[in-house]
């Protein structure tokens, strides 16, 4: 008699199930929470600080960092006046569920308009772990390379916005913005696709614009 036990499906099975703890305890505080994805580097921090600092005078906004060491990124964050905390995933390279949810009591949810989750600096196991986010987003840069729709499908699939950072630096790279943008359309049409560079802030204004939108769509 052979005994298969699937522990990587029990494993998911138990992480939605705190994802879905994660979006109740978020919808009873009314908190609008996003996961933001990306690359090492690709500038997940910069947006979040960029965004805190365009937003916060019309909402409450706290952000979750997670990183396999340090506290750099949440220090980042703190130092812009508003609640971060930093999980240490001790090598893991993406936050689950139970993370995220042991990072909640730490932040006044019931005070917060937008909570901001920064996922680990990955291409790949970020996007298998649901966090019981409203949205998830993924920020691709310049120097990564045109390509990485076509070589990391998964993730371009499963996002509702793209953020592509780092515009700045275009004439140094041979990017082809169309090239990637066709690989995004075949992958996930339509998605909401912001070109922008925290650096400079051009292209920011549409990111904040439909940011905006979609915490007031939340709240109302
Ligand atoms: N030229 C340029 N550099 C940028 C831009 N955005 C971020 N950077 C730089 O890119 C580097 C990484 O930015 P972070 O915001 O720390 O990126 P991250 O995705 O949070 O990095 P990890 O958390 O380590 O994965 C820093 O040196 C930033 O100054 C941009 O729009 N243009
Ligand atoms: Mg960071």
């Known amino acids: 008699m052979t ?14 199930q705190l994802a879905d703890t994660n979006r109740a305890r978020f919808d009873a505080a009314g908190v609008f929470a996003i996961n933001l994805m990306a690359s090492p580097g690709a500038g997940k921090t910069s947006l979040i600080t960029r965004t805190i600092e365009a937003l916060r005078g019309d909402f409450r906004i706290a952000a979750v ?9 949440a220090d980042r964050v703190a130092a ?13 390279c993406h936050l689950d569920a139970v993370m995220l949810q042991s990072a909640l009591p730490q932040l006044p ?3 917060l308009d937008l909570l901001i989750v920064e996922n680990v600096g990955n291409l790949v196991c970020p996007a298998a772990f649901r966090l019981g986010v409203h949205l998830d987003v993924l920020i691709a840069s310049v120097p990564e390379g045109d390509d990485k729709p076509y ?3 998964t993730m371009y699939r499963g996002v509702d916005a793209l953020v592509l950072n780092k515009m700045d630096v275009l004439p140094a790279f041979d990017f ?5 943008h066709r690989g995004v ?6 998605l909401a696709f912001f070109p922008l560079s925290c650096k400079t802030g051009a292209g920011m204004d549409a990111w904040f614009a439909w940011l905006r939108e979609q915490i007031a769509a939340y709240q109302s």
């Open 176 to 180: 082809n913005v169309d090239y990637f």
């Open 185 to 190: 359309e075949a992958l996930n049409p339509g």
């Open 80 to 92: 812009l006046g508003v609640p971060a905390v930093q999980i240490n995933t001790g090598g893991s």
């Open 151 to 153: 070589k990391y499908p």
């Open 109 to 111: 949810l019931d005070a």
């Open 3 to 16: 005994i298969r036990v699937s522990v990587v499906e029990n494993i998911m099975s138990a992480n939605d």
């Open 65 to 73: 960092d997670g990183d396999i060491a340090t506290t750099i990124d």
